[in-house]
């Protein structure tokens, strides 16, 4: 079992030594977001009608941004999207052709979303409008620009807008995935985009780099080194390519980033493994944990002044929370023989976790900050590993082994809808999914 081998090996470690867009958006009145469902679903019944060109122009860069739109609402989880009735457009009036909204109604649409799209010598001009089907009335009107080759960028700044319109918080778009792939024969870390699109190599090392952190701000990426032989940490700053490496004793594993200046990480360079906070040029700010056992996997809430992290203090290892300022640390989860890698919600409320149960079944589980409103969010599907929340704290990236090699998969907050993220050769884990967006 590969997620158990690689915790016995880092315990027996521990033990030996340790584009921009022009804006023409109609505001929402009294500037509050819409909340609009069909009684009875959960979902926004959404119509999205084919973008519409001029016919003297060829129809291939609607096709694709239609397929972009289309995919990139799928993604959020927050639409049912629904086909176009046949009249969706009233031309009875052939100087004014009306949207029909009793046809929309009929198929159970509550929001009509429809433009145009033209391309001026590799010029793309996006316009779009959303209308609330039951009262006819337009929500949105809004004018995207770009060339020809940031379509999937165009198409996304749409979804985007639609999705705060509807939730008044920012989305997925933008955002990245680091994550571990064995591709090359080498453990080396790897971004993609939040849809999994766009796989880039960050690191080449031709040997083992683990547990990749990106900074809030995303200009910097943490990670566990073993090019010299043992875990060390490296902080890479993504803008110049420059890498610095944290030279301490003993080992250094599982960063996570505090803030934009401060990430934590375990040393055992005082004898025992302890987590510290270390500046992005390597000096120790100060050091958090004292405790017989194994103290790792930081992970810190959205104010900085919170650390879940996870201790053998007690035996098996466990989740337990400190507060920074005071000192005090609390234990948090006392159900399951083996919690670890924990990861605090961007909103602060919840921790997703992993848990390796009996039967030799690894599941995530997520809990509330305050240890109330335990629930599984898999089971039954071999090894589930690693989360990491989205930046709206509505989906989590994590790894599994389901259906063999393992993958990269996301799925909603509840647990609902799993799916994999990304198809790549070789074994993708140990994801980590960016507060910040482009």
């Not at 209308?131 to 009335?137: E, T």
């Not at 939040?194 to 990749?212: C, K, M, R, W, Y």
């Not at 599982?254 to 055992?268: C, G, H, I, L, Q």
């Amino acid at each position: 079992m590969q997620f158990f081998k690689h915790v016995v090996a880092v315990v027996i470690i521990f033990l030996c030594c340790r584009i921009c867009f022009p804006l023409n958006l109609l505001a929402v009145e009294g500037g509050e977001y819409i909340a609009i469902r069909k009684e009875g679903i959960g979902k926004i019944a959404l119509v999205l009608n084919k973008l519409a060109t001029p016919a003297k122009e060829e129809p291939n860069i609607s096709k694709r941004l239609d397929v972009i739109i289309h995919d990139g609402l799928d993604f959020t989880g927050l639409f049912t999207l629904i086909s176009p009735p046949l009249n969706v457009k009233d031309s009875s009036n052939s100087e004014n052709v009306a949207i029909n909204f009793s046809a929309l109604d009929s198929v159970g649409a509550a929001v009509y979303a429809g433009g145009t799209v033209t391309n001026t010598a590799g010029n793309i001009t996006l316009d779009v409008e959303v209308f609330d089907i039951s009262g006819a009335k337009l929500l949105l009107r809004k004018t995207y620009k770009g060339k020809s080759q940031q379509l999937r960028t165009i198409g996304y700044a749409f979804c985007e807008d639609l999705v705060e319109l509807f939730t008044g918080k920012k989305s997925v778009f933008g955002s990245k995935i680091v994550f571990v792939s064995n591709k090359t024969g080498f453990k080396e870390i790897y971004q993609c985009d939040f849809d999994g699109h766009g796989v880039e190599q960050l690191t080449n090392l031709h040997s083992i780099a683990l547990t990749p952190a990106l900074s809030p701000d995303g200009k910097f990426l943490a990670y566990t080194d073993f090019s010299s032989g043992q875990p060390a940490l490296s902080i890479r700053d993504l803008s110049t390519g420059k890498t610095l490496a944290v030279d301490k004793r003993g080992v250094s594993i599982d960063p996570a980033w505090r803030d934009n200046k401060e990430v934590a990480t375990t040393f055992s360079f005082e004898g025992d493994q302890e987590i510290y906070l270390v500046k992005t040029n390597g000096a120790i700010s100060r050091r958090l944990t004292y405790s017989k056992g194994i103290d790792l996997s930081p992970s810190f809430s959205p104010d900085g002044n919170k650390m879940a992290y996870v201790s053998s203090r007690n035996g098996q290892p466990q989740i337990f929370i400190q507060d920074l300022q005071s000192g005090q640390t609390s234990r948090l989860t006392f159900s399951g023989r083996y919690n670890t890698q924990p990861s605090w919600s961007p909103a602060g409320d919840k921790i997703a976790y992993t848990t390796w149960e009996s039967g030799d079944e690894i599941n995530i589980f997520v809990i509330g900050s305050d240890g109330s409103g335990l629930m599984q969010l898999t089971q039954k599907s071999g090894e589930n590993e690693s989360p990491a929340w989205s930046p709206d704290g509505r989906m989590l990236v994590f790894a599994s082994n389901r259906h063999g090699m393992k993958k990269l998969y996301i799925m909603e907050s509840t647990g609902q809808n799993q799916r994999p993220l990304l198809q790549l050769e070789g074994e993708q884990y140990q994801p980590c999914w960016s507060l910040f967006r482009e």
